[in-house]
C-alpha cells in the first residue's frame, strides 16, 4: 500500500475524472490499460479489480496496494501526459506540477511498508539498509523470501560487530550475557539496573529472530499473508535500527 494521502488521492480523482471520461485527458479503456502497461503493470490483473472494473476502481484499488515508487512512476507518467495537454493550450490549470509534486513526496519515503484492513490503515517506517535489501522480495510480493533476508540482514550487522552471528552465542540462551552491551547499544549498564533490564529485553529480540529463521530455514517456501510479514519484516527492522544507532 502507497502513503499516498486522502487529499492527494482526491486531487488525482478531481484532475483525472475517470468516472466521467475525463476533462482534461479522456481516458478510453485502450488508453487507460496502455497507461499502465507502459510502465510494466498489467491493470486487469485480478488483485485490481476486487473493487469493481471501472477504470475508477481499478485505479483506487492500484492506489492502495501497490507501493510509493510504483505509485509515484505511474503519477510522473500522468504529469507528462498533462504537460503536453497544458503546452498545448488545452488546459491553464497546472496538474502536471501538482502531480509532480504528489509524486516527489512518494519517493522521499520509500522505505515505507503499508497495509489496511476494514478499519485500520498502518504505515510503517523500516530502516532504510534494510528496506533497500529487500524491497526487490516486497515488490512481486514474496515475503517468505523477504522476512528470510530480513533476518539474515540482521545476523550479518550482529556478526560485523561482535564477530559472531548466532544471538546464544552473544547473549546466552536466557539474553543475560552482556558481554558485548556496550559495542551493540553504546553503553554496559550493572547488572540490576532498569538499563540493563531494558538490554536483556533487547537481546530476547534477537534470539527471537534466531529462533525463528532457524526454523524458516529449515521449511520450505510458502505463501506468507502480507499483514503477517509486515510484523516479522518490523522486528527485523527494530533490531537493526537498535544496533545501528547504539541509542540505549
Known sequence: MSTISSADKQYLNNALRLQNNGWIIRFTEEDFIQLFEEEGIDINNKKYLISGTSKQNRFDKFLE??????????????????????????????????????????????????????NTAVSVDIHPDLYSHISSYIDVEDYFSAIQEAYKFVREKLKIITGKERATEIFGDNGSKADFHKSLFGAEPQKGTPLYDSYRGYAYIYLAIQFLRNEQAHSLSKKIDRHLALHFITLASLAYTLISTKNP
Not at 82 to 90: D, H, P, S
Open 65 to 118: 496496494i501497490e507501493d510509493n515508487k510504483t505509485v509515484a512512476t505511474l503519477i510522473l507518467s500522468l504529469a507528462s501526459r498533462f504537460r503536453n495537454r497544458e503546452l498545448a493550450g488545452v488546459s491553464s490549470i497546472k496538474f502536471s506540477e501538482s502531480l509532480e509534486k504528489i509524486s516527489k513526496t512518494l519517493l522521499i519515503q520509500p522505505h515505507k511498508i503499508s497495509f489496511s484492513t476494514d
